[in-house]
């Protein structure tokens, strides 16, 4: 049976001497792996469309076991990606997290649709870091975490001063801050921006700008989150720690006085 089948390369490995076996996020049957015979060689047909990050159109062979990519065409190549370090490294973060969170063949259209907007905001050179965390927060469903953004984790207000708490995996109002001693606290322009992390569809964004201390601070917030509930590691986070400590090899645009505009 042949399938035409829309995705995104997540991974590749090799296989044998001139083959590839790539895993494909697509929005019809979800992640599936198929091999790609040949793609190892340089000249063949199947090389370019089966890098990471690529998004193609795919034909393939479906037999008992494992099904053979018989053409690809390319949708999006992402350029930008693969040629800025800073790109490719936060990138490479967002197709790890999914492959992680997602399930095998099993339809997958939002997060599909996630991971197509993010490479394609990251290759319109929007911050990768920003992207990333977007990404993140988004995930934490697929991986069966809700958090409660909307109202107090407690009491259900909606209004007044909110804090994070760890246990509650949510926020809390000012009236229930001692039912947790470890609340990190929030200012009301946090709180829309985790709002809006976890919430708004990333095509509907436009391009924030964001100081790199709210960056640390809203991502060390999803991170502990992700440590303590998930059990997901990523092996492309310590390679993004590395850089983000290396400024040489990692230079940053914005300027530190640079005032954001979408965080007031
Ligand atoms: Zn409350």
Redesign the pocket.
Known sequence: MLNRVEGIVLKTRDYGETNKIITLLSSETGKITAMARGAKKPASRLASVTQPFTHGSFLIQQGNGMGTIQQGEQVESYRHIRENIEATAYASFIVELIDRAVEDRTPQAAIFNLLKNSLHAISEEYDPEAIALFVEWKMLPVTGIYPTLHE?A????TDGEFAFSFQQIGF??H??FEIDPYIIRLTPSQVKLIRTFYTVPIDQVGKLTLKKETKMFIKKIVRTIYDEQTGIRLKSRSFLDQLERTPLLFPKKETPDQSPKSED
Do not use: E, F, S
């Not at 407690?154 to 207000?157: E, G, I, Q």
């Open positions: 107090c407690n009491c259900k207000a809390l109002c009236r229930c």
